[in-house]
């Protein structure tokens, strides 16, 4: 790999780590004045008209409406819909650090599926010990907060939603890299969020009748982070990425954001630095560090 390119991945890979490490604060703010469903419709539907001008001018939307529509389709209810709706419904009740620390059990779904579904993705005993070391580095980062938490039917039917939430984008993400590794990262990322913002939209529509919506000014400050960062790029992004790194290198995204979102806590809403932000985060960039591929 030159050295250019391998800079560009590690570049882009930081940034959509730290993009989505900020969203973790930002899903928090917003809930307190947006029900889930429609926070993440709004989100979607912002995040598509973004997008929309940049896919019609490249050429973009033929690719959406063209003979890859219905994998895009079904990856956009496995990426978008079904996941976002989980956990946006989810964070209601878990803790933003316990959510993170639940969903870090992506690279463990991802390294199993890219096993049984992409060719030429080997299950090899360091990609076994990096998906490991980075969910106890979460574990470590978020330790001091789980002793806190009081044992509920809603709680543990919050980190299940995580947990399956966890499992579908891993999912996704494992069928973008077999299926549609050839179409734009525009194009996939356009028609996705739109597709996913119906869908979302769809289901507010049907299940939130009659609950309040209070657009206020740090819940719109929240969803235009969202969808402009936290989603169009972060995704543009990502899916530039998929066909460039294994997929373990993938499943450690969450592990990184984690780190980020710890680290955002401590910097903008005050929480505590203790010794398991030193000790966790090391521990969860050493596991990142391990998935980037070396040069040949």
């Known amino acids: 790999m030159r050295p250019a390119v391998r800079t560009r991945i590690v570049?882009?890979?930081?940034?959509?780590?730290?993009?989505?490490?900020?969203?973790?604060?930002?899903?928090?703010?917003?809930?307190?004045?947006?029900?889930?469903?429609?926070?993440?419709?709004?989100?979607?539907?912002?995040?598509?008209?973004?997008?929309?001008?940049?896919?019609?001018?490249?050429?973009?939307?033929?690719?959406?409406?063209?003979?890859?529509?219905?994998?895009?389709?079904?990856?956009a209810v496995l990426q978008i819909a079904l996941p976002y709706g989980l956990m946006f419904v989810a964070q209601q009740w878990v803790p933003s650090g316990l959510a993170a620390v639940l969903f870090a059990s992506f690279p463990v779904w991802i390294a199993l599926l890219a096993r049984a579904l992409v060719p030429g993705e080997s299950l090899t005993p360091a990609r076994v010990a990096s998906a490991l070391l980075g969910i106890a580095g979460v574990a470590v980062l978020q330790l001091p907060h789980l002793g806190d938490l009081e044992g509920s039917s809603r709680l543990l039917l919050g980190g299940a939603l995580v947990v399956l939430s966890s499992m579908i984008v891993a999912l996704a993400n494992v069928l973008v890299r077999r299926h549609l590794a050839a179409v734009s990262p525009l194009a996939m990322t356009a028609g996705q969020t739109a597709f996913g913002a119906a869908l979302l939209l769809t289901a507010a529509a049907l299940l939130e009748h009659g609950r309040p919506a209070a657009f206020t000014p740090s819940a719109i400050a929240a969803l235009a982070w969202l969808a402009v960062f936290g989603t169009a790029l972060t995704y543009v992004g990502l899916y530039w990425l998929v066909p460039r790194v294994p997929m373990a290198a993938i499943g450690a995204l969450p592990l990184l954001d984690t780190t980020v979102a710890v680290t955002l806590g401590a910097l903008v809403l005050?929480?505590?630095?203790?010794?398991?932000?030193?000790?966790?985060?090391?521990?969860v960039l050493a596991a990142a560090a391990l998935t980037i591929p070396r040069r040949r």
């Open 270 to 283: 005050h929480e505590p630095v203790g010794w398991n932000l030193a000790l966790g985060g090391g521990m």
């Open 11 to 75: 570049a882009t890979y930081l940034a959509v780590a730290a993009l989505w490490g900020s969203t973790w604060m930002a899903i928090r703010i917003g809930l307190e004045d947006l029900p889930p469903l429609r926070f993440a419709g709004v989100r979607m539907a912002i995040a598509a008209l973004v997008l929309a001008p940049f896919a019609l001018r490249g050429g973009a939307w033929r690719e959406v409406v063209g003979p890859a529509r219905a994998q895009l389709a079904l990856v």
